[in-house]
């Protein structure tokens, strides 16, 4: 957007807290400024086009989805209209027609039991992101179940306390039906999480899946994937164009999921505010870090406190993108009185793994293949002893990067695993990428090692980029833990 755009619509702005009339007006002319950016499709709207319906207020309410036991539940993808904010209707694929899907939220022991009733026009599957499970319940892509047909999906939660996800894995068509709207969270408690006293449940713990979407002309979730990767336009939290929550003077917990197809962000907050980094993919850290910045890839989860007590009411924080510029989700502080909350400074203790007995590499080639082979459903690549730590070492090389190659999320199921080492490219390993972790970004040049040990479950697992087109197009791989 250009300065001259973004004064005028900072003066728009200041101009709508007059009156509700003159908001009425603005409206109009803030529709057609939305309708002008969509057409020059430039970085997202930087515009609040909530007027719609909710007086002189811009942007939108942030959704929360709505949290589900997954001890008895069905969950039935199929075609719906959701509403993106401020009455902005869109065509979707959705989960029990909530976009995202509801949230599951379940204890350490309890037995997951979700039925998926297949409503779309394709087979789809449902991936438990993260989640422990054995074969037959992971989603895997051999498992597809038929339009029209169903799967009853069934496994105990044995392992930590952490932010997973849900989304279809079918053959080719992960990255179309997850963009299109198919994905939702999933919370697991344990114990050792609730002894440290954290936010837990609304107002205080909020889920926060953001990612990136393209509009057609009338406004519905498009599909586009441009030199093999989809890259959106309009930043999207909880399925919310623009939103904003207002926040008490409190700790807040923040459990985030990169649910783009493929873009990384880069998240900073506005007024020194900082991120208190508690948890990633695999559940708590040993200890608290304070960030001024964190990134997230596709497929990544973060566990953030934010204090806002700080910050005097009638304020805003802004969650913002470093890359593209984007307003992700303004915080706005509303209440003056303090709420009491502490944010803990340790948190668990990480066994580390060690002394590996075996060494893959892995190599991430072009846009489609590992190891210079593109994916076949039914081949199984290699076999992974139960029990056995290995030195696992993803790379890629750092050529054609605006080619739609690296960065590549590396995402493996059926195990988390411990990042050792980067080299190459940005050449370390990041605050947020301590602990447990099933996803890492590999970015062009990057060497990274990682130790992994599957000891839950034997079976047939996949390492594949979740940079989704990638996925799709064949950069991905079966093996068998023996
Ligand atoms: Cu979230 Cu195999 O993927
Ligand atoms: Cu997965
Ligand atoms: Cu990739």
Redesign the pocket.
């Known amino acids: 957007m250009s300065d001259d755009r973004r004064i005028e619509q900072m003066s728009r702005r200041r101009f709508v807290h007059l009156t509700a009339a003159s908001a009425a007006v603005v409206a109009t002319g803030s529709l057609s400024l939305l309708e002008a950016c969509d057409r020059n499709a430039p970085a997202g709207p930087d515009i609040s086009p909530g007027l719609l319906g909710s007086g002189a207020v811009t942007g939108n309410p942030l959704r929360i989805p709505q949290t589900l036991s997954p001890l008895n539940a069905t969950l039935v993808p199929a075609p719906a209209t959701v509403d993106l904010g401020g009455g902005r209707y869109s065509s979707a694929r959705a989960y029990n027609g909530a976009f995202p899907g509801p949230t599951f939220r379940a204890s350490v022991g309890d037995t997951v039991n979700v039925g998926l009733s297949n409503g779309l026009t394709q087979p789809t599957t449902i991936?438990w992101?993260g989640m422990m499970v054995p074969t037959a319940e992971d989603g895997h892509p051999r498992d597809a179940v038929a339009p029209g047909g169903s799967y009853q999906y069934q496994y105990t939660i044995a392992q930590r306390a952490c932010l997973n996800?849900y989304?279809p894995?079918p053959h080719m068509l992960t990255g179309e039906q997850v963009c299109l709207g198919l994905a939702g969270g999933f919370i697991i408690n344990d114990a050792e999480e609730a002894r440290l006293g954290l936010p837990s449940g609304l107002p205080f713990e909020v889920p926060l899946i953001v990612r990136d979407a393209i509009l057609d002309r009338a406004g519905n979730l498009q599909y586009t994937p441009m030199g093999g990767v989809f890259l959106g336009n309009l930043p999207l939290v909880n399925g919310t164009r623009d939103p904003f929550l207002a926040v008490d003077h409190a700790v807040y917990r923040f459990r985030l999921l990169n649910g783009a197809n493929a873009r990384v962000f880069g998240l900073t907050l506005s007024n020194g505010v900082v991120f208190n980094l508690i948890g990633n993919d695999g559940g708590l850290l040993d200890v608290t870090r304070q960030l001024t910045q964190v990134d997230i890839a596709p497929?990544e989860r973060l566990d953030l406190l934010v204090d806002f007590r700080g910050i005097p009411a009638g304020q805003k924080v802004v969650l913002r993108d470093v890359s593209t510029g984007w307003t992700i989700l303004e915080f706005r502080v509303t209440q003056s009185t303090p709420i009491a909350g502490t944010i803990p400074t340790s948190l668990s203790t990480i066994p580390g793994l060690a002394n590996p007995a075996a060494t893959r590499v892995f190599s991430f080639d072009g846009m489609n293949r590992i190891n210079g082979k593109v994916y076949d459903l039914n081949r199984i690549d290699f076999r992974v002893p139960f029990g056995q730590t290995e030195l696992w070492r993803f790379r890629t090389s750092g050529m054609m990067p605006m080619h739609g190659g690296a960065p590549h999320p590396v995402?493996v199921?059926g195990a988390s695993f411990q990042v050792q080492s980067r080299t190459g490219g940005r050449g370390q390993v990041f605050p947020w990428e301590r602990g447990w972790k099933d996803t890492v970004l590999l970015g062009g040049g990057e060497t990274i090692d990682v130790l992994v040990r599957f000891d839950r479950f034997r079976g047939i697992y996949?390492l594949?980029c979740?940079k989704l087109e990638h996925?799709d197009r064949g950069m991905m791989t079966n093996f068998e833990v023996v």
């Open positions: 991936h992101h996800w989304h894995h497929g995402h199921h996949l594949h979740h996925e």
